[in-house]
């Protein structure tokens, strides 16, 4: 029975490549930063308690400290004082040196965190104890944590490899299983000898005859029971990655289909023409039966054999199709041969639509992440959507010409019609900036209350205008007042023109100051100071108000 139509092999999901980088990231930082980390979990836990001795405790402090220690094949105890000590080359008083002198003269020098063990009381360790920081700044300093968290470093640099390799755009169906076995092969190395990270660990710990001493700063703890722990740890990890590894990826290194598409492999091919000739007809075999819906009744297996094996010859001997990539061979042939070859390039399409990386998912990440900035960190994600959508069309449109400069110039883009668009968005009858204003048009204080005949005098008033006449020279000539015989209002308007003592309110000194300053204000309006000798010459004539007359 033919092998059916295989789904398709799916990569290691953008959760889990993002996982890994992060989870990698963290680590790193972690173990760079553990013994600070430690210090500050002690530090905070014994300052809580009211214990005041710590690695950050000035180390003159601990001067003239005393406390009674056994030693073993002893019934008594000795009294220890602490004498002096030796600061550290690096300058961290965390790592600096004691010197104790016991009752019968003798002399022995510990480390900083040794002495603050010492000089601690079971009283104080029970309490410390009960302390959440305590215990966790306890396991972090544990060697077997420490050491699986480098283990966890190459773990990870390893599987990064693995995840990354399925981003790429020149990931093909045949290199997935290549891919795979590559690092499955990496997990059965580590079985057998540290990575780097480890190793550099291990370095570090037997440093000063296996003192467990990590970055020179942070002593290890239970140092014998941490190796054997830490060694079967190390053990289950990898077999279950193994396992996990092979479970996932089995359609792809067992599948019969996804063997067969090897063929396409130039790479992989026999350089002698003899070899290759008939070496891979049971792999186009296998890819015809899988594939056999695209072919009509008379494309029949031997045709599609003849063809790929006239096509191979071809690309065997010519060095310039041999020396492509796999890309930009198939696509050359697709492209220039598809007429001498079509049954047998047609496996060719068949096998490059297939779908078997990550990397369109990971732009569209990268696109998000473009457009939604930290300048622009209130966009909603309708908006974002739009303006991702967007992004994408407008490439698609680049792409196959239709937007380009050479089919739509600038003078091509529609303006008038965004334009109108927009007046239409805005009040109905209204131009201008005041189209869209979210409040009605204000009304200013001089317009309230007048009648129709009061605004209709208003405007003839303001029609009546006095010419600045002009010198010989081009000098300005002196603006003379106008007379009531100027200016002549009907009766209706004179009933409810101002009445002199209401014109009093604005005096001519101020009028004239406007006049000078290019500033005229409306009536019942304050006037504004005057700005020198010659402003406002450049303005055109003065509107006269009506209680100018």
């Not at 890309?327 to 001498?340: K, Q, Y």
Request: aromatic share 6%; glycine share 4%.
């Amino acid at each position: 029975m033919p092998p059916t139509r295989p789904s398709c092999p799916v990569t290691l999901t953008l959760t889990l490549t993002l996982t890994l980088t992060i989870q990698a990231r963290t680590i790193k930082a972690f173990t760079t930063s553990l013994p600070t980390i430690a210090v500050d979990l002690e530090l905070e836990a014994k300052s809580t308690l009211g214990l005041a001795l710590n690695l950050l405790t000035p180390s003159n402090n601990f001067l003239r400290k005393s406390f009674m220690q056994k030693f073993d094949g002893y019934p008594r105890k000795f009294k220890a004082t602490v004498q002096r000590f030796l600061p550290s080359p690096d300058g961290v008083s965390a790592s600096d040196r004691f010197t104790l002198l016991y009752a019968d003269r003798t002399e022995l020098s510990l480390s900083k965190a040794e002495l603050i063990d010492k000089l601690t009381t079971d009283a104080d360790n029970e309490r410390l104890m009960g302390d959440s920081r305590w215990q966790l700044r306890c396991k972090i300093v544990s060697w077997r944590f420490a050491a699986f968290s480098y283990f966890m470093l190459d773990v990870h640099d390893l599987l990064a490899i693995l995840s990354k390799s399925f981003q790429s755009n020149s990931l093909v169906v045949n290199g997935i299983s290549r891919n795979v076995n590559k690092a499955l092969k990496g997990l059965k190395k580590l079985t057998e000898t540290p990575g780097s990270m480890e190793a550099a660990f291990w370095k570090e710990v037997k440093a000063d005859e296996g003192a467990d001493m990590l970055h020179g700063k942070c002593q290890l703890e239970d140092g014998v029971e941490g190796r054997s722990a830490f060694k079967e740890d190390r053990k289950q990890v990898l077999a279950a990655l193994n396992d996990h590894l092979i479970q996932r990826y089995r359609a792809v290194l067992d599948d019969p289909v996804l063997h067969a598409l090897h063929t396409f492999d130039h790479t992989s091919w026999p350089s002698k023409e003899s070899l290759l000739d008939g070496i891979y007809d049971e792999n186009i075999k296998t890819l015809y039966h899988a594939f056999k819906r695209f072919y009509e009744p008379d494309e029949t297996l031997e045709l599609v054999t003849e063809q790929w094996n006239e096509m191979a010859v071809e690309i065997n001997n010519s060095l310039g199709l041999a020396s492509l990539k796999h890309h930009e061979l198939w696509a050359r042939m697709l492209v220039h041969r598809h007429s001498e070859y079509p049954l047998a390039l047609r496996l060719v399409a068949i096998s490059l639509l297939l779908p078997v990386d990550s990397s369109e998912s990971e732009r569209i990440f990268s696109l998000m992440n473009d457009i939604k900035t930290a300048l622009r960190s209130r966009m909603v994600t309708e908006n974002l959507k739009n303006l991702m959508l967007w992004h994408r069309m407008a490439r698609k449109l680049e792409e196959d010409g239709s937007l380009s400069a050479q089919h739509m110039a600038c003078y091509d883009v529609p303006v008038m019609e965004i334009v109108e668009e927009y007046r239409a968005m805005g009040t109905a009858g209204v131009r201008g900036r005041n189209a869209h204003r979210p409040f009605p048009i204000p009304t200013y204080t001089y317009q309230a209350g007048l009648t129709k005949e009061a605004k209709a005098a208003m405007e003839q008033a303001k029609g009546h205008t006095v010419q600045k006449g002009q010198t010989a020279t081009g000098s300005p000539k002196p603006a003379t007042r106008p007379t009531a015989a100027d200016e002549v209002p009907t009766p209706a308007a004179a009933a409810e023109m101002p009445t002199p003592a209401a014109a009093a309110e604005v005096p001519t000194a101020d009028v004239d100051n406007m006049t000078a300053n290019g500033h005229f204000a409306r009536m019942g309006e304050a006037a504004t100071p005057p700005l020198g000798e010659h402003a406002g010459t450049h303005l055109p004539p003065r509107r006269m108000e009506p209680n100018d007359a």
